[in-house]
């Protein structure tokens, strides 16, 4: 059974760090694109980052330069580190591995959510 497990949300005051975790199931880490969304209440979710199967970056516009993907294979972890953080980005960030070659469920597989607040 696929697993998708993020963790280390919290408070954090507008300005500061936090690094959000992503644990995942061995059978999809390396094979799987991983990626980070977020949804803000009252919003659809958006798509922040992904770390592709190949180690190729991309981020969206309104993170790059502040947000950094990573994966530890020897961990089967994604991490997002958020840096310089903002009161927009306050929401609940979901990782999610999808397959580039259409295995799984459409639309890949999803984590439960942690939640980023930025407030001062």
């Known amino acids: 059974q696929v697993q998708l497990v993020e963790s280390g949300g919290g408070l954090v005051q507008p300005g500061g760090s936090l690094r959000l975790s992503c644990a995942v199931s061995e059978s999809i880490f390396s094979t799987f694109h991983l990626g980070w969304y977020r949804q803000a209440p009252g919003k659809q979710r958006d798509w922040v980052a992904t770390?592709?199967?190949?180690?190729?970056?991309s981020y969206a516009n309104s993170v790059k330069g502040r947000f950094t993907v990573s994966r530890d294979e020897a961990k089967n972890t994604m991490y997002l580190q958020m840096n310089t953080l903002k009161p927009e980005d306050t929401a609940v960030y979901y990782c999610?591995?999808?397959?580039?070659?259409?295995?799984?469920?459409?639309?890949?597989?999803w984590g439960q959510g942690t939640q980023v607040t930025v407030s001062s």
């Open positions: 770390i592709h199967s190949g180690g190729y970056l």
């Open positions: 999610n591995a999808i397959s580039p070659y259409g295995l799984g469920p459409s639309g890949g597989y």
